[in-house]
């Protein structure tokens, strides 16, 4: 399956943004999703999964309230949802999918991945 992020850019602090991620070549109903980010000189970090159907979801500490993801897998689309934005969520996002239910935070565990879309949120 491909990964297509989208809806990354530059907002400023306590603002919104709602990043989009297309699925093509497969189904997006049979992978269990998630959204990490990088900042510069920073590991990838877990920001959030959600199961095949959609009525399971994890998140990340640092995003938790703030932060909701979401799929529709009739439009092969994943989704995240980002409100109360904050400098230091500031990084590159990406989506990406597996196969198994174990292990959601863990980006060695995931197969594919999308090529990532920037978000800046300014002070």
């Known amino acids: 399956v491909q990964l297509q992020a989208s809806g990354g850019g530059l907002v400023q602090a306590g603002g919104s943004l709602r990043l989009s991620c297309a699925a093509s070549?497969?189904?997006?109903?049979?992978?269990?999703m998630g959204w990490f980010r990088q900042a510069p000189g920073k590991e990838r970090e877990f920001v959030a999964a959600?199961?095949?159907?959609?009525?399971?979801?994890f998140y990340g500490d640092s995003v938790k309230g703030r932060f909701t993801i979401s799929r529709h897998n009739g439009k092969n689309t994943l989704y995240l949802q980002m409100n109360s934005l904050k400098p230091e969520d500031t990084a590159v996002y990406y989506c990406?999918?597996?196969?198994?239910?174990?292990?959601?935070?863990?980006?060695?565990?995931?197969?594919?991945w999308g090529q990532g879309t920037e978000v800046t949120v300014s002070s």
């Open positions: 959600i199961s095949r159907g959609g009525v399971n979801t």
């Open positions: 070549g497969g189904t997006l109903g049979s992978y269990v």
């Open positions: 990406a999918s597996k196969s198994q239910r174990q292990d959601y935070n863990d980006p060695d565990r995931y197969d594919y």
